[in-house]
């Protein structure tokens, strides 16, 4: 199938702790991926993203490598913060035809 | 600048009635997308259009949804007859003219509730 498989959440994390949200994704040829936040009552925002095998995307302080040869683009951050509370979305695709995974919460409490 | 703006924020409408959500992308940004997100579920691909153009509509339900971006004003989704589980948040993302999605922006959505 053409899908993406997101760990399921809810994560409930303390402040300081380590985060990985996993990801991993079915396609044929090398789709972009992506994660996306939402907060609360928002629309989704593009947190990161790589567009070929082994490239790095990193932003505020989470980053996700492309692995080609394990289809994963999993989601990770050294030490999450209270507004780091959202829900993450895994996505593939390009032009705009992105296929998305589930989501996952994620909880940070001080 | 402002972001892209969806509205309404909220809709109710009764079983058969007519939805009708607007996205009004961002300024520059030739390129309009709807997503739909059920209850806990991510985000299904409806339909790309460019001004007058539906480039992409693989994702739309093939009866009672359509789609529109005229070369004036908004895009519209529209939604006739609605039944409960057209019940969903709709979203709107636009990019720029180059079509590069990872400039793209997403709306805060609509909120459709049918009851």
């Known amino acids: 199938g053409n899908s993406v498989t997101q760990m399921e959440g809810p994560v409930t994390l303390s402040e300081e702790a380590f985060l990985t949200i996993n990801c991993t994704y079915t396609a044929t040829g090398y789709p972009s991926l992506f994660w996306y936040v939402q907060y609360p009552g928002e629309g989704l925002q593009l947190l990161l993203k790589?567009?070929?095998?082994?490239d790095k995307g990193s932003n505020k302080g989470f980053e996700a490598t492309y692995r080609k040869e394990t289809t994963s683009f999993h989601l990770e951050k050294g030490s999450v913060q209270v507004s780091d509370s959202a829900v993450y979305f895994c996505?593939?695709?390009?032009?705009?035809?992105?296929?998305f995974g589930k989501g996952t919460k994620l909880s940070v409490k001080p | 600048n402002a972001g892209v703006m969806q509205n309404p924020r909220h809709l109710v409408r009764r079983r058969g009635q007519e939805a009708r959500l607007r996205c009004s992308p961002m300024k520059g940004h030739s390129h309009v997308y709807w997503y739909r997100q059920l209850p806990e579920e991510g985000l299904k691909f409806m339909v790309y259009l460019q001004k007058e153009n539906i480039i992409d509509e693989s994702g739309m339900p093939k009866e009672r949804f359509s789609a529109e971006f005229p070369k004036e004003g908004p895009s519209i989704l529209r939604i006739q007859q609605v039944v409960r589980g057209d019940s969903a948040a709709y979203f709107c993302?636009?990019?720029?003219?180059?079509?590069?999605?990872?400039?793209?922006?997403f709306g805060q959505g609509t909120r459709l509730t049918v009851v």
């Open positions: 790589a567009t070929k095998a082994d």
């Open positions: 996505a593939k695709g390009s032009q705009g035809n992105l296929i």
């Open positions: 993302a636009s990019s720029p003219p180059t079509g590069e999605w990872a400039e793209a922006f």
